[in-house]
């Protein structure tokens, strides 16, 4: 690689550096994703911040937020960051302090701001450390993931790419709040947290929510998981609200997340289960990710599935400050069960049904179509920003819980009671084969026309297919999002791969099964969903092409 002086700009020296393109710079559903020793390569990350400038245009004059999970390699790719931003004509850069920032939090600063989009760093729930995943993702204007048309753009840029543009200038003091001016260049550092708690304030009923974490009859723990959302969560329930001081724990973020897995489910925050379950005076806890967009909610000894909680979320709104003007609509991820959809039938609103992957609620948003949303993947979130947000429904939870006087456990069994019970769950192989797992998606693909009819354990297949979604905005097709084997008895199963590791294959199997039979709402979920997992079994033939006799993860 060599570089060659190009003409000055602001009175800085922008260098032209010559490059190749790095195969494999494809954005996965949430950005790109590889281990910190691909980034860390020279060029690697420039290539792909020049891509994306690329396809942005004109960034004359412009401006940019920046910000990222805090994980090994942040600091050292925000000051990478900045040199091309300014490179490419941005005069205006916006940076968390230490530059942190939480995906929800980056969401609300760009809308806030009316920036020229985002860049945010993090690999979410993956594991980090110098051997483990870094990742980088662009938000738009609306502060939404990058379309699938855009993310496409962006990797065909990657595979023609020649050179990218640098500033020659020092490092940025990243830690010191306050402006500093390089040749024109506003490098504005904010306090990460302060913006998004002031939109929670908007949104929910603090003062109620006070009172409640203030009773003596009521204790929560939130698990920053040594992530981004500790210094959020502390900020917000211990020092806006009341809570007692260490109410958050692992709330001081690490760049390897404590040497811990921040994905918030009952096995990686298991000490956070431990901890609800055996304490007689906490009633609620809750725990996000890595990047602080993903949450889990408990009561004691009381599981809340993803799926219920974005149901009694839409069935609670309108007693909620922020949504009392009523939801235009909601939407779930396919694999998400049809909690929700009973919800919006009770209510006449409407309700969609998208792939995985956030960037596709975000239209329907814009489009004043939705206000809330949520995937099975611990992910829920409204058009507050563009993004889920882990917060923001731990909030939510809390001001349901203020508002009703009930525990958790109470909310969510009144709502089965009254709509019914979506049995449901999700069991992960991780790092399976790769060319394993794609024959066997293969293989249902080509056997899906074959199945409609037949029975399996009792259960017959009424449809099967590979889910395809048409955006009713735009009319972009997304194809092969996963398949989906509906039973007639009210049953279904879904398999997909997921597209946020950056080795090996993790294959998901989801399902799930109505019922409402009042004296069959509080079985086991596994137990309930027995004869459906068995089904999944002889169909899919996991363990023959995966050599998996169990899943790695239940949830």
């Given at each position: 690689?060599?570089?060659?002086?190009q003409k000055?700009?602001?009175?800085?020296?922008?260098?032209?550096?010559?490059?190749?393109?790095?195969?494999?710079q494809?954005?996965?559903t949430?950005?790109?994703?590889?281990?910190?020793?691909?980034f860390?390569?020279?060029?690697y990350?420039?290539n792909?911040?020049?891509?994306?400038?690329?396809?942005?245009?004109?960034?004359?004059?412009?401006?940019?937020?920046?910000?990222?999970d805090?994980?090994?390699?942040?600091?050292?790719?925000?000051?990478?960051i900045l040199?091309?931003?300014?490179?490419?004509?941005?005069?205006r850069?916006?940076v968390?302090?230490?530059g942190?920032?939480?995906?929800?939090?980056?969401s609300?600063l760009?809308r806030?701001?009316?920036?020229?989009?985002?860049i945010?760093?993090?690999?979410?729930?993956?594991?980090?450390?110098?051997?483990?995943?870094?990742?980088?993702?662009?938000?738009?204007?609306?502060g939404?993931?990058?379309?699938?048309?855009?993310?496409?753009?962006?990797?065909?840029?990657?595979?023609?790419?020649?050179?990218?543009?640098?500033?020659?200038?020092?490092?940025?003091d990243?830690?010191?709040?306050?402006?500093?001016?390089?040749?024109?260049?506003?490098?504005e550092?904010i306090?990460?947290?302060?913006d998004?708690?002031?939109?929670?304030?908007?949104?929910?009923?603090?003062?109620?929510?006070?009172?409640l974490?203030?009773?003596?009859d009521?204790?929560?723990?939130?698990?920053g998981?040594?992530?981004?959302?500790g210094?959020?969560?502390?900020?917000?329930?211990?020092?806006?609200?009341?809570?007692?001081?260490?109410?958050v724990?692992?709330?001081?973020?690490s760049?390897?997340?404590?040497?811990?897995?921040?994905?918030p489910?009952?096995?990686?925050?298991?000490?956070?289960?431990?901890?609800?379950?055996?304490?007689?005076?906490?009633?609620?806890?809750?725990?996000?990710?890595g990047?602080?967009?993903?949450?889990m909610?408990?009561g004691?000894?009381?599981?809340?599935n993803?799926?219920d909680?974005?149901?009694?979320?839409?069935?609670?709104?309108?007693?909620?400050?922020?949504y009392?003007?009523?939801l235009?609509?909601v939407?779930?991820?396919?694999?998400?069960?049809?909690?929700?959809?009973?919800?919006?039938?009770?209510?006449?609103?409407?309700?969609?049904?998208?792939?995985?992957?956030w960037?596709?609620?975000?239209?329907?948003?814009?489009?004043?179509?939705?206000?809330?949303c949520?995937?099975?993947?611990?992910?829920?979130?409204?058009?507050?920003?563009?993004?889920?947000?882990?917060l923001?429904a731990?909030?939510?939870?809390?001001?349901?819980?203020?508002?009703?006087?009930?525990?958790?456990?109470?909310?969510?069994?009144?709502?089965?009671?009254?709509?019914?019970?979506d049995?449901f769950?999700r069991?992960?192989?991780?790092g399976?084969?790769?060319?394993?797992?794609?024959?066997?998606?293969?293989?249902?693909?080509?056997?899906?026309?074959?199945?409609?009819?037949?029975?399996y354990?009792?259960?017959?297949?009424?449809?099967?297919?590979?889910?395809?979604?048409?955006?009713?905005?735009d009319?972009?097709?997304?194809?092969?999002?996963?398949i989906r084997?509906?039973?007639?008895?009210?049953?279904?199963?879904?398999?997909?791969?997921?597209?946020?590791?950056?080795?090996?294959?993790?294959l998901?199997l989801?399902?799930?099964?109505?019922?409402?039979?009042p004296?069959?709402?509080?079985m086991?979920?596994?137990?309930?969903?027995?004869e459906?997992?068995?089904?999944?079994d002889q169909?899919?033939?996991?363990?023959?092409f995966?050599?998996?006799s169990?899943?790695?993860?239940i949830t």
């Open positions: 690689m060599s570089t060659t002086s000055p700009n602001r009175n800085m020296n922008v260098i032209k550096v010559e490059t190749k393109p790095f195969e494999g494809k954005p996965g949430s950005g790109l994703r590889k281990k910190v020793s691909e860390a390569q020279p060029g990350l420039e792909f911040v020049q891509a994306i400038f690329n396809v942005l245009g004109n960034c004359q004059d412009k401006s940019l937020v920046i910000g990222g805090g994980r090994y390699f942040n600091r050292a790719a925000i000051q990478t040199r091309l931003a300014i490179g490419n004509g941005f005069t850069l916006i968390g302090q230490g942190l920032l939480s995906t929800p939090a980056a609300c760009i806030q701001y009316q920036t020229f989009g985002g945010i760093l993090s690999a979410s729930h993956n594991p980090a450390g110098p051997d483990e995943d870094f990742g980088i993702k662009y938000n738009g204007e609306n939404g993931p990058a379309t699938e048309a855009v993310t496409n753009q962006i990797f065909s840029q990657t595979q023609s790419l020649d050179h990218y543009l640098s500033a020659q200038i020092d490092d940025i990243l830690d010191t709040l306050g402006k500093t001016q390089v040749a024109g260049v506003t490098i550092i306090d990460p947290v302060a998004y708690a002031n939109l929670m304030e908007s949104i929910f009923d603090f003062a109620k929510i006070s009172r974490l203030q009773r003596d009521f204790a929560m723990c939130f698990d998981m040594h992530a981004i959302t210094p959020y969560a502390i900020e917000i329930l211990e020092r806006r609200l009341g809570a007692a001081a260490g109410t724990i692992n709330g001081v973020p760049e390897d997340f404590g040497g811990h897995h921040p994905d489910n009952l096995v990686h925050a298991k000490e956070l289960v431990e901890k609800v379950n055996a304490d007689p005076a906490l009633v609620f806890a809750a725990a996000s990710d990047d602080g967009d993903r949450n909610v408990l004691k000894n009381f599981y809340i993803p799926c909680s974005l149901a009694v979320l839409a069935a609670y709104a309108e007693k909620i400050p922020g009392q003007q009523g235009s609509g939407a779930r991820s396919m694999p998400t069960s049809p909690a929700v959809d009973r919800v919006a039938t009770v209510r006449g609103i409407e309700c969609f049904e998208t792939p995985t992957g960037k596709f609620f975000g239209n329907l948003m814009d489009a004043g179509r939705i206000v809330l949520g995937e099975e993947s611990f992910g829920t979130g409204s058009d507050h920003v563009r993004e889920k947000d882990g923001w731990v909030l939510f939870w809390l001001n349901i819980l203020a508002e009703s006087g009930k525990t958790p456990q109470q909310v969510v069994t009144e709502h089965w009671q009254r709509y019914g019970r049995y769950t069991h992960d192989f991780e399976v084969d790769s060319e394993s797992a794609s024959n066997l998606v293969s293989r249902l693909r080509q056997m899906l026309p074959q199945l409609i009819g037949q029975t354990v009792g259960l017959t297949v009424a449809s099967a297919d590979d889910f395809a979604y048409t955006d009713p905005i009319q972009s097709v997304s194809q092969s999002q996963g084997i509906q039973f007639a008895e009210g049953a279904r199963i879904v398999l997909r791969l997921s597209g946020t590791e950056t080795s090996g294959a993790t998901r989801y399902c799930d099964r109505f019922e409402d039979a004296d069959r709402l509080q086991d979920p596994q137990q309930a969903l027995a459906v997992l068995q089904a999944a169909i899919a033939q996991i363990q023959q995966t050599g998996r169990a899943p790695d993860v």
